[in-house]
């Protein structure tokens, strides 16, 4: 029997579960939040406070921005142990996220394999809210476009400096 948790609606905790779209949602979510604090702090904060000078960056700079990004590790493994858990499996298992080479096979693995159908130790499955899957689903397509425009915007440089240099060089030959 497949139930769906009603109650289990406390994202931020590690207990409980996550599907596939709700974990890349909050995991979007999470990084639209950093880009817009990060965006507001560079409003706030006097730029002399931010900026890198000779000593490296300052000490306040330094301290903001070690607070942010622990504030992101740490909801990044809550929202992974989470995705674990719909996958019956431990939360310790998130630390395998430390492992180079093997971080990258894991993350493939929380992304992509499907969580288990119906009750599980623990607990019921999380209904996937509609925002979160918009959300994820946007999240998926700006992923797939940055991946293709990274691959090919380098592509088409390279043959626009190849076909230009051909240009000069046909231009010169016929002086």
């Known amino acids: 029997m497949n ?26 979510l999470i990084g639209l939040s950093i880009s817009i604090v990060f965006y507001l702090i560079s409003f706030i904060i006097p730029i002399p406070l931010l900026s890198i000078g000779e000593n490296g960056i300052s000490a306040a700079g330094l301290i903001i921005l070690v607070i942010i990004y622990l504030i992101t590790i740490y909801f990044s493994i809550i929202f992974l142990i989470r995705r674990i858990h719909d996958l019956n499996k431990s939360g310790w298992l998130s630390l395998l996220i430390l492992v180079p080479l093997v971080n990258i096979i894991f993350a493939l693995y929380a992304l992509f394999a499907p969580g288990t ?20 689903w946007v999240y998926l397509v700006v992923i797939v476009i940055s991946i293709i425009a990274a691959i090919a915007l380098p592509s088409y440089m390279n043959s626009i400096t190849e076909s230009s240099t051909t240009i000069i060089e046909t231009n010169s030959d016929q002086e």
Do not use: D, H, M, V
């Open 3 to 28: 139930q769906i948790s009603q109650n289990n609606y406390k994202p931020l905790s590690p207990n409980g579960r996550f599907g596939r779209l709700s974990y890349l949602a909050w995991n979007c």
């Open 117 to 136: 159908p119906g009750t599980n130790n623990y607990g019921a499955p999380r209904q996937t809210l509609g925002w979160e899957k918009i959300l994820a």
